[in-house]
């Protein structure tokens, strides 16, 4: 089915190491975003992509870093995870403005 | 104060009840979206609406530009509708940023 994949669907760190998350979209879809739902937080845009090449800060950009060297892939990398990154991160894609979003399944990670 | 808030924060109702979330917010958009997530679940898009109401199956959602407010109505609730309901705001400004409400935390009783 077309949609929003993200991989992988949990994951647990030790302090200090490093990841990547991907996250892929196969509807051709311009704008896609990196997402942390904390509880009682509600969700918090970190990155964002309006297009090939291209990425910009969202509210919470701090330890995090984002790539978009294709279309359809945008990554989600933490240099050195501390346990304030433990969270539940989503993907998503839309395409251009006051389209519907599609999300991801999410990301459970988890930083000892 | 958030950009976004909603009421309830949560809900518990009984099976066929008519069931109503409220999205007041204060930011500019262009729309604003409805969303569900069931536990340990993603995240699914229920409504994008900018004027009026939608309707689809037992959920119908409203806005009102002017008063900056939308309500989320679930009419004969049933136990597979619970879930947690999220407002987001759409922004006009680049990258179509979302901003969320904290979500409704929804228990239908059979």
């Known amino acids: 089915n077309a949609g929003v994949t993200q991989t992988p669907k949990f994951r647990v760190l030790k302090t200090g190491q490093s990841m990547t998350l991907l996250c892929a979209q196969d509807m051709n879809h311009e704008y896609m975003y990196w997402y942390r739902q904390d509880p009682g937080m509600g969700l918090r845009l970190i990155h964002y992509s309006v297009g090939e090449g291209t990425t910009a800060k969202g509210e919470v950009p701090d330890g995090y870093n984002v790539s978009r060297l294709k279309k359809q892939n945008f990554l989600l990398g933490l240099e050195s995870a501390a346990p304030s990154q433990t969270s539940v991160y989503f993907c998503a894609s839309s395409h251009l403005k006051n389209y519907g979003y599609t999300f991801g399944s999410g990301t459970r990670l988890t930083v000892v | 104060k958030n950009e976004v808030e909603q009421s309830p924060q949560n809900l518990t109702a009984q099976e066929g009840e008519f069931i109503t979330i409220n999205c007041s917010y204060s930011v500019g958009i262009s729309a604003l979206h409805w969303l569900q997530q069931h536990p340990g679940g993603g995240i699914v898009s229920l409504f994008m609406?900018?004027?009026g109401k939608k309707k689809h199956g037992r959920l119908i959602a409203t806005i009102n530009i002017q008063e900056k407010h939308s309500s989320l109505h679930i009419t004969a609730s049933h136990p597979r509708d619970s879930a947690v309901y999220i407002c987001?705001?759409?922004?006009?400004?680049?990258?179509?940023?979302?901003?969320f409400g904290e979500g409704t935390q929804l228990t239908v009783n059979p």
């Open positions: 987001a705001a759409l922004q006009e400004t680049s990258g179509s940023r979302l901003t």
């Open positions: 609406l900018s004027s």
